[in-house]
């Protein structure tokens, strides 16, 4: 049954019911996949139960009875606004920070146990300089970084020894790819010295997993003492035409004191997610080969690291990659806290009241277009997601994650180097293919393909 009408417009507040629904079939099953570090149990399990469907339902359910307007809820004493309208999201994401942080008090907790001053969760004035230090190194907003050609050749090398070391076992699955992955991010953001520093991504691993209980769990201070001192000595020691190098050399860092061992944590750990879209996009494009044949006729040309610049921009493959994170975004929760009182449909909503947005629901299924559960990475280059304030898969505004564009340059050129000589078929349970709505939870750690000479 439809509740009535909320008195003089205003917000809805959910009822108890609708209250456990949302705890148990939106908010429960991502925790239990963890936030900060993807359980890769729990994925599988996701996977095979698809939540992710069930909760999108939900979503829609509770517009579909509430209406579109912000719902009001209470968790666990925790005041919440869960947003079900594309525009209300688009008024969250611009009036960041301020009134709206990104530094809600959840995420802190989560995000202290590694990234204690990092700008997504730092409040007040500090957060301009930090953010900035960010964009400059990032270079936010330009599709070729200006180190592209020493970035791409070190992807080239790494991605073309993944192949050849799958091409060799007949097979390319996660444990693979990764090994690969995680050494180009080294060379990437902290140049040659540290590009086997596997301990270094060790403990920012343990850190993770414990921030995956946010505020449930203890600080661990000798832990994170031990990573940041690990990290500082890599950070001195980067090459200047690595990410970090970058930030190190900045106006930011240099005028304004903006520490880059406080900024890397979250670089190094934001690139797992970039390279778990980077195998979902690969498993997209071997189900679907007319995309891959374009793909493959883009990526074919010659790359920097022959010596040929620019590099080569790949708006195919990039797109192909911003659909995946569509698909399956890597952030499913976009969280906001509110500095101040502010209004909504004519109701005051206290300061200190959290924000939430649930990308999968607003991806897939606000507005209900065509689009939806299918791959369909044209939307990206023929201005229909630009026209969708909702498709926000690397978010957007002042707080829009500043490392979208070295994302897509690397999962692109890495792409292209996996692509290069060799043929890929997924062969693991799931196989995202246009047959059939693809599916809503996607397990990247269980992927697997058979690799043979292209
Ligand atoms: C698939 C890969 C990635 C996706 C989908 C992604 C997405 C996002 C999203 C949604 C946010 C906003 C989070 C929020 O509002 O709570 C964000 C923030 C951020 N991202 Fe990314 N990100 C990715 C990879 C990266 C990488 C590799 C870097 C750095 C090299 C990076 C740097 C940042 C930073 C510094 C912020 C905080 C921005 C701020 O404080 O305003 N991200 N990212």
Request: overall charge positive; glycine content about 8%.
């Amino acid at each position: 049954m439809s509740p009535a009408p909320p008195a003089a417009g205003g917000l809805h507040r959910a009822g108890p019911a609708d209250r456990a629904r949302f705890l148990l079939r939106v908010l429960l099953p991502g925790a239990a996949e963890g936030l900060i570090r993807r359980r890769p149990w729990a994925m599988s399990l996701a996977e095979r139960l698809r939540t992710d469907r069930a909760a999108i339902t939900t979503l829609r359910d509770l517009r579909h009875r509430y209406g579109p307007r912000p719902l009001r809820l209470s968790v666990a004493g925790r005041s919440l606004v869960l947003l079900l309208d594309p525009d209300d999201l688009a008024r969250l994401l611009r009036e960041t920070p301020d009134p709206f942080t990104p530094a809600s008090w959840e995420k802190r907790r989560a995000l202290e146990q590694f990234q204690p001053h990092g700008s997504l969760i730092t409040p007040g004035p500090e957060r301009a300089a930090r953010r900035r230090a960010n964009e400059e190194a990032l270079d936010s907003g330009r599709p070729e970084h200006r180190l592209a050609p020493a970035l791409t050749a070190r992807i080239h090398q790494e991605a073309a020894a993944v192949a050849e070391r799958a091409r060799a076992g007949g097979q390319l699955d996660w444990d693979l790819f990764a090994a690969g992955w995680w050494r180009s991010v080294r060379r990437l953001v902290l140049g040659e010295a540290a590009a086997d520093d596997t301990a270094l991504i060790g403990l920012l691993d343990r850190l993770r997993s414990t921030g995956n209980w946010s505020m449930l769990a203890p600080r661990r201070g000798r832990l994170r003492a031990a990573f940041l001192d690990r990290l500082r000595t890599a950070i001195d020691r980067a090459d200047p035409d690595s990410l970090a190098g970058a930030l190190r050399a900045g106006p930011a860092a240099r005028e304004h004191g903006v520490d880059p061992v406080h900024q890397v944590p979250h670089w190094l750990f934001a690139f797992d997610a970039a390279g778990a879209a980077t195998l979902r996009t690969l498993a997209l494009l071997s189900c679907h080969p007319d995309r891959e044949a374009e793909v493959r006729a883009e990526t074919a040309a010659p790359w920097p690291g022959t010596r040929r610049e620019p590099v080569a921009p790949l708006p195919r493959t990039r797109a192909a990659v911003l659909e995946a994170v569509r698909l399956w975004p890597t952030t499913p929760v976009l969280l906001r806290e509110s500095t101040r009182a502010t209004r909504w449909y004519g109701t005051v909503v206290p300061a200190g009241t959290a924000f939430a947005a649930f990308t999968p629901y607003f991806h897939r299924a606000e507005p209900p277009t065509g689009y939806r559960d299918r791959f369909d990475p044209d939307i990206w280059r023929d201005g229909t997601a630009a026209g969708h304030p909702a498709l926000v898969p690397f978010s957007a505004g002042p707080a829009g994650c500043p490392g979208e564009q070295v994302v897509l340059l690397t999962a692109g050129h890495w792409l292209a180097g996996l692509l290069a000589e060799t043929r890929y078929r997924t062969v693991s349970a799931l196989r995202p293919g246009p047959d059939r709505p693809l599916p809503a939870t996607f397990d990247h750690t269980g992927l697997r393909f058979t690799a043979r000479r292209a």
